[in-house]
């Protein structure tokens, strides 16, 4: 029996090499600077003003959770199907 090329046994795979660089590269670009965004103040004013209610829409929630937990909640399946029929065309 005869075997040829008995030098190719210690030999280096290509591919590894090309794996190698890879990840150096990849380990180099993790330094550089990443994406940041800026919120000015007029839009923080607006995010801010979404959170206040007024007194009257406190009274209307307080209202609404009272009614849910006792169960006197009354869901009006007209008023529901009327805004669902746009989207259902």
Do not use: C
């Not at 795979?13 to 180099?28: C, H, I, L, V």
């Not at 330094?31 to 607006?46: C, F, M, P, T």
């Not at 979404?50 to 009274?59: M, V, Y």
């Amino acid at each position: 029996m005869k075997i040829n090329d008995n030098g190719r046994i210690g030999a280096v795979n290509p591919y590894k090499k090309t794996g190698d660089a890879t990840f150096a590269q990849a380990a180099a670009k993790k330094g550089k600077a990443k994406d940041q965004v800026e919120i000015s103040v007029e839009a923080k004013e607006l995010l801010g003003a979404q959170g206040i209610r007024t007194e009257e829409q406190s009274q209307r929630i307080e209202q609404l959770k009272a009614s849910v937990a006792s169960g006197t909640y009354h869901v009006a399946a007209g008023k529901i199907a009327e805004k669902l029929l746009p989207y259902l065309k």
